[in-house]
């Protein structure tokens, strides 16, 4: 797990920041749940998937229960969504955060990373579907991402998966001896996540496997081709991607996953999602459809390295302050900068004069304000034009912040 250390780390608020902007936008509340949760509500989401079984981060609370660390955030929102039941129908939230799953680390892949995302609850609309597709697509797009695929595909409902399901394990059955041992062990769990293998010996069976978009009932694939043209009347490109699958169980019709084509192919998926309408009622609620995404913050700031945009935000103060005096002088200059909405950094310590315009220039600062004996006798300080031709004058202390209001404005 990783230190993320400053400008990175404002860097991935300004991010989180942005998509909280588009998510209001789109009428979508703020959840904030807890980062453990029992571990019941983890299993129901992925039995058969490495991501709850081998992954997760469980263990024994004080009072005996198992809990886990959350391995993604769908899950939780749903349990929330069962336990508050609320009233107004679709109910949409958006959330951030940490998740943890204990894989092996590389670039791109973290034990603990961080998400953005979106589900809402309560619709089956192929509209929502749209909505949420295009929040996605919209935030790369804010962020200045160029280079990114959505992918699409159908993983059908509960009268037509059982055919395709049935189709896909005979397949698979038939040519199971040609199968990697890891894929026939996936098989007797879930033979669709055989198709999410990425072992060589295993890509020309699935190439040749049945596929779900052939076994859509026509209701299913009604509402797959609505998605697709409203996706189309946005003028949002998609590719289908008839074999993809995702790393967890709950799925349901639509489903897809934003992969850049700036990052290495193992590691592309900046983000995925898709429909979940047998969620809610399998953690204990009502019926109720669903959709969302998530978006994985650390991998979109790679891409965003690799495409050249969305920089790390300038965090240079506005002003540097030399104190060559001490005393309270400096202390109450910085405060009454602050008060004015002046981001006014300092030097410490009785410093030299040499040593503190140092620390002002590393700070980028394009002002400097020393305060020296001599002046300040006189009711002035020195305001040092840093970057700029205005050298340096001689202020008075009591113009001193409308001056730099004034200097800041243009
Ligand atoms: P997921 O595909 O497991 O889906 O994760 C979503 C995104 O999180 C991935 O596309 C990737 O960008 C990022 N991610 C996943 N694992 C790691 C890791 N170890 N290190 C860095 N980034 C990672 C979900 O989590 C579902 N809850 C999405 C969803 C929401 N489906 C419906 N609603």
Redesign the pocket.
Known sequence: MRDIMSPDAERQRALVDAFADLARLSGYGHIMSPIVEDLGVFLRVGESTD?VTKEMYDFEDKDGTRIAMRP???ASVVRAFVQHNPTSLPWKVWYEGPQF?H?KPQA????Q?S?V?I?VLGSDDPAVDVEVIALGWRFYQALGMNEVTLLLNSLGDESCRPQYFEALETYLRDRSAELSEKSQETLDKNPLRVLDSKRREDQQIIAEAPLMVDFLTEDSAEHFAAVRSGLESLGIPYEISPRLV???DYYTRTTF?FASTALENAQN??????R?DGLAESLGGKPTPG??????V??ILLACDAEGVFPAPDLAPDVFIVDLVGGGEATALADQLRQAGIAADRGFDGRSMKAQMKVADRSAAPWAVIIGETELAEGNVTLRDMYGDSGQTLVSRDDLVATLTAKLAN
Do not use: N, P
């Open positions: 991501v993604e955030l769908t799953r894989e791109g892949r973290y034990r990373f998400q995302g589900e995702r790393g967890l996953e998926a900046v983000g995925g999602g898709g979940y959709i969302g995404f998530a978006l994985g650390d991998r």
